[in-house]
């Protein structure tokens, strides 16, 4: 089991499965969502639009047709307000659920995004926090399963707070690249 924290585009990734911080229509958007839809193709769309759409927390799987992933999980993170509307609660959610998905598909290796964090607008410093205790969380409870999961930053300053956030947090990880 490990946490491997990297900086990079998460539509590159070789791996099981890639996260998408879809929006609730789960149609594609703006951001990764965006970025993932036009790697993938139109097919990816088509699938999606099979699901009827995702609350807040939930997460649904479909193929990644011509992403080098074979899966994308898609997961509706908060639009963050204030921090006291259950922001970190549905934002947990969003990664034990998805990791749950990827433990029953067999999975075991999975790359996220930081959800939320850009037009949602969650500050990266707690939602960071958040998605490492999620996954910390989620590793152990299954440490049975031998499972990698890949927290993947857009960029350097991002990537430089979920280290600090591990730190922190004392949240065992490998810095990649
Ligand atoms: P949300 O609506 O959940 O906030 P966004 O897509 O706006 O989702 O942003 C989520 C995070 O994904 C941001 O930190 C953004 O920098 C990052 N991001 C955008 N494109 C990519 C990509 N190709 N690979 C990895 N991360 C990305």
């Not at 499965?17 to 139109?42: E, F, W």
């Not at 549905?90 to 598909?105: G, K």
């Not at 939602?127 to 999961?149: G, H, P, T, W």
Request: proline share 3%; net charge neutral.
């Amino acid at each position: 089991m490990s946490i491997i924290i990297m900086q990079g585009d998460i539509t590159k990734l070789k791996v099981d499965a890639i996260v998408n911080a879809a929006n609730s229509s789960l149609l594609g958007g703006g951001g990764v969502d965006g970025a993932i839809h036009r790697a993938a193709g139109p097919k990816l769309k088509e699938e999606c639009s099979t699901l009827g759409g995702a609350k807040p927390g939930e997460a649904k799987i479909t193929h990644g047709y011509n992403l080098p992933a074979t899966w994308v999980i898609h997961t509706v993170g908060p639009i963050y307000k204030d921090g006291k509307h259950d922001e970190a609660t549905i934002l947990w959610h969003c990664y034990e659920n998805s990791l749950c998905i990827a433990r029953s598909y067999g999975l075991v290796s999975i790359a996220f995004p930081s959800i939320s964090t850009g037009a949602y607008g969650y500050p990266i410093e707690e939602a960071s926090k958040v998605a490492l205790r999620a996954i910390d969380n989620f590793l152990q409870k299954c440490a049975y399963y031998e499972m990698q999961v890949l927290c993947v930053t857009h960029s350097q300053k991002d990537f430089s707070i979920y280290i600090q956030s591990a730190k922190e947090l004392g949240v065992k990880h490998e810095v990649q690249g």
